[in-house]
């Protein structure tokens, strides 16, 4: 099994050991961590994911993602491994524990936050299982033996013809200056506005609607101009939105938390 990593795709994920960009999912419980159950959990997790037990490889000049036979790595850390090298054994994915935590780290090119959380929901079945033996409801939990659809296997966009091709700049209409707009060109205060939204709700609504915190707050942001300036129809604003492993939101520039180690391709 193979398959390519996305041409378009790949700027926004070409990382170092600097800035890597992937996902890292920490799981509190309520009991220390049992080392063995958490080994066997991860194992048979991994039966149910195979699609995510690769590695990176390049070929014909691209990057693909090759089947990777070897042990996903579990370590006695807070930090992990960095993922894509020898200690990760050159897997896309790795676990690692201390106490009473379970953290998962997987890289942000292979799957999005909706896909880590169905690993988390299968290693957790697996686990608490054996853990405490009790029979848990498998509703809504993907589990090993499962058959595997054509839709949750392969990339819905990897072989589309028809998708659009970005505009180059000297396309693009002049971007929308708030700050102009409101008249504010000769003010020098840095003025910092905040808008809190309840975690719940919001992650209620990125579930409902299979989307990702980064995309909703642009798409939050983007309407939010559009009611405020519904006669800059043809100018198209632009802003960065970044986030952060800990699930909150930052604009470009602000301080960011750190991410997790990857060794870039």
């Avoid at 419980?29 to 159950?37: N, Q, S, V």
């Avoid at 998708?163 to 000769?186: F, T, W, Y």
């Avoid at 995309?215 to 632009?238: C, G, Q, W």
């Amino acid at each position: 099994m193979e398959q390519r990593l996305f041409t378009e795709l790949r700027p926004l994920y070409v990382t170092s050991k600097e800035s890597p960009h992937d996902i890292r999912l920490r799981i509190r419980m309520r009991d220390l961590i049992d080392p063995d159950i958490l080994r066997h959990a991860v194992d048979t997790t991994m039966q149910r994911y195979p699609y995510f037990c690769v590695e990176l490889q390049k070929k014909d000049g691209q990057y693909i993602f090759a089947e990777n036979p070897r042990p996903v790595v579990v370590t006695h850390s807070l930090h992990g491994v960095a993922l894509n090298s020898e200690d990760s054994n050159y897997h896309m994915i790795a676990f690692c524990w201390q106490d009473n935590w379970i953290i998962l780290d997987v890289f942000h090119g292979m799957t999005d936050g909706t896909g880590a959380y169905e690993v988390v929901r299968t290693l957790l079945y697996y686990y608490c299982s054996e853990r405490y033996d009790i029979h848990l409801t498998e509703e809504g939990i993907r589990l090993a033996g499962d058959e595997i659809s054509a839709e949750e296997w392969t990339d819905p966009v990897a072989d589309r013809a028809d998708l659009p091709v970005p505009r180059q700049n000297e396309q693009m209409s002049d971007a929308l200056n708030l700050i102009a707009s409101a008249g504010l060109e000769e003010d020098h205060r840095h003025t910092v506005y905040s808008i809190a939204i309840s975690e719940t709700e919001f992650m209620r609504f990125n579930l409902d609607n299979d989307g990702s915190p980064g995309t909703m707050v642009s798409l939050l942001l983007s309407r939010s101009i559009a009611k405020l300036y519904p006669e800059a129809r043809d100018i198209h604003p632009h802003y960065p939105v970044c986030e952060p492993e800990n699930g909150a939101s930052y604009a470009a520039g602000a301080s960011e938390p750190g991410w997790r180690g990857f060794s870039g391709v």
